[in-house]
């Protein structure tokens, strides 16, 4: 099974989904926790559509300096329009193992869902920990995708979906070992906080409902019939019409600081 591509198509849905409002409480926590400050370098590793780096701008001011990569070129693009005129944000086309920065160059770290996309996390972590400060911050956010919860008419068919879906990442279940891997990598003071989001009506512009279109868009791509996977939206917005709707996922913030 191949994984998600980040191609121009899935970059619009990403924007729209971190533009709904459980995308926008979520990324002000994560910006709470790595507590940026005035003059300080922020990396940020798979900026996607740029929403994180945009806030991140004003956060460290005029004096400081964000610096987005990604492998994906739509999402490099999309990121630079949404940051156009900000003379203190750049975005690099690159490897999460490979970063293009020397060491001990930034103050902070951030990434969100996207080490679990990456198939050598060990190696990433090794780099984040190379161009960051003694001192620095890291901040990674990442979902357990075995703790979902989303109510299904078909329980089995849902089960038969998500089966699938779970092939678009290098690995569904990350979070189960991220904190070993942050104390391998040498980073010290490693902790871990939940993040939970629920959503109990069926509303468009919601994650839960983005994510039908990604879901449904990516598991059609690796062969489930069209038919399957159409019926399978059609009914969580229909229990979404009748007051039955209900979607949970459970995502985790990692953090560490470099000795």
């Not at 995308?23 to 910006?31: E, K, M, Y």
């Not at 790595?34 to 559509?49: F, N, Q, R, S």
């Not at 299904?152 to 904190?179: C, F, K, Q």
């Not at 629920?198 to 983005?210: C, F, L, N, Q």
Request: hydrophobic share 45%; aromatic share 10%; with cysteine.
């Amino acid at each position: 099974m191949a994984q998600l591509q980040f191609d121009e198509a899935t970059s619009r849905l990403m924007e729209e989904f971190n533009a709904s409002a459980g995308a926008t409480r979520r990324r002000r926590r994560l910006l709470e926790v790595l507590a940026l400050k005035p003059g300080e370098h922020v990396l940020d590793v798979g900026p996607g559509p740029g929403h994180y780096a945009f806030e991140m701008a004003s956060a460290v001011g005029d004096s400081g300096r964000v610096a987005g990569v990604d492998n994906a070129e739509d999402s490099i693009g999309t990121a630079q329009r949404r940051c156009s005129g900000l003379a203190n944000v750049g975005f690099h086309l690159g490897d999460a193992v490979a970063l293009p920065f020397g060491e001990a160059t930034f103050d902070a770290a951030i990434s969100t869902q996207t080490f679990e996309y990456l198939p050598d996390v060990g190696a990433a972590l090794a780099e984040m920990f190379r161009v960051l400060k003694p001192g620095g911050r890291v901040l990674i956010h990442d979902t357990e995708w075995g703790a979902w919860a989303w109510h299904a008419s078909d329980r089995a068919r849902m089960n038969r979906i998500m089966e699938v879906w779970d092939n678009h990442l290098a690995d569904p279940h990350l979070p189960r070992t991220l904190g070993s891997k942050l104390n391998a990598a040498g980073f010290a003071d490693v902790g871990v906080e939940p993040l939970v989001h629920v959503e109990t009506t069926y509303d468009p512009a919601s994650m839960s409902a983005i994510l039908i279109r990604f879901v449904a868009g990516y598991v059609t791509s690796q062969g489930v019939p069209d038919s399957e996977a159409a019926a399978w939206a059609d009914d969580l917005r229909a229990l979404g019409s009748r007051g039955e709707y209900f979607f949970s996922s459970n995502e985790y913030i990692f953090t560490g600081i470099t000795p």
